[in-house]
């Protein structure tokens, strides 16, 4: 009996070539996402001090546009209110205490 040789063809390099970002697209995209952090920091830095007595290191979900915002102890629910009110937004996510970070470094 003949076996068939398997050719495999190595490949290196992206995974899709043909799409590639200019600079002046990366640069755009960063800018809109500074933009976006800036508009729901305004409605942290305003809501902030109420929620620090009351619930100091639960995660807020800020959805920038229409001002609203969902705290809760848990991350996966606080997203969860903001997507379930608002469907098509992505919200941004903050911790309540003096620096705003959800993470360690």
């Known amino acids: 009996m003949t076996e068939t040789e398997q050719i ?18 990366k640069a755009q995209w960063k800018a809109e996402q500074k933009a976006f952090y ?10 902030k001090p109420e929620l620090l007595k009351t619930h100091y290191n639960w995660y807020i979900a800020v959805e920038p546009d229409s001002g609203d ?16 009110q608002h469907p098509d937004a992505i919200p941004f996510l903050f911790r309540i205490n003096e620096t705003g970070v959800c993470g360690t470094l």
């Open 8 to 25: 495999r063809t190595l490949r290196r390099g992206r995974l899709f070539p043909k799409i590639q970002w200019s600079e002046e697209k």
């Open 38 to 47: 800036q508009r729901c920091q305004v409605i942290l830095e305003r809501v």
């Open 69 to 84: 915002y969902f705290v809760h102890r848990d991350i996966e629910v606080a997203t969860q209110m903001s997507r379930q």
